[in-house]
């Protein structure tokens, strides 16, 4: 069983930066497609990034490419994303995920273990 556990969730101003950390235990790191989904009450889960195991390819949501950056520390078993120029529309609690599958999803039902959350604040 894997086990997630989030940090790095806070406040920022717009136009500024954040770092999210995961950290991994309960399977062996390099063979888990790791990710970030976010969530506002009301609204469904939406995908951010995710990075496949195999191969390090990085996928990310249209609305955060070009800002956001995921990567990995295979020897602390952690997962990153580095948000930079924060937008009040990034505001949400941020959700580490992890699966087995040798390539990223866009839907959050294809993976099985997720962090506890931590919420991401932007103001304006």
């Known amino acids: 069983q894997v086990q997630l556990v989030q940090s790095g969730g806070g406040l920022v101003q717009a136009g500024g930066s954040r770092r999210l950390s995961c950290v991994a235990s309960g399977h062996t790191f390099t063979r888990l497609t790791m990710g970030w989904f976010r969530q506002t009450p009301g609204k469904e889960r939406e995908f951010v990034a995710a990075m496949a195991w195999p191969n390090g390819r990085e996928d990310y949501a249209y609305s955060v490419k070009g800002r956001f950056t995921i990567s990995r520390d295979n020897m602390r078993a952690t997962l990153y994303l580095q948000m930079d120029n924060l937008k009040p529309e990034d505001t949400a609690v941020y959700y580490c995920?992890?699966?087995?599958?040798?390539?990223?999803?866009?839907?959050?039902?294809?993976?099985?273990?997720w962090g506890q959350g931590t919420q991401v604040t932007v103001s304006s």
């Open positions: 995920v992890a699966s087995v599958d040798t390539f990223a999803d866009f839907a959050p039902t294809r993976y099985p273990w």
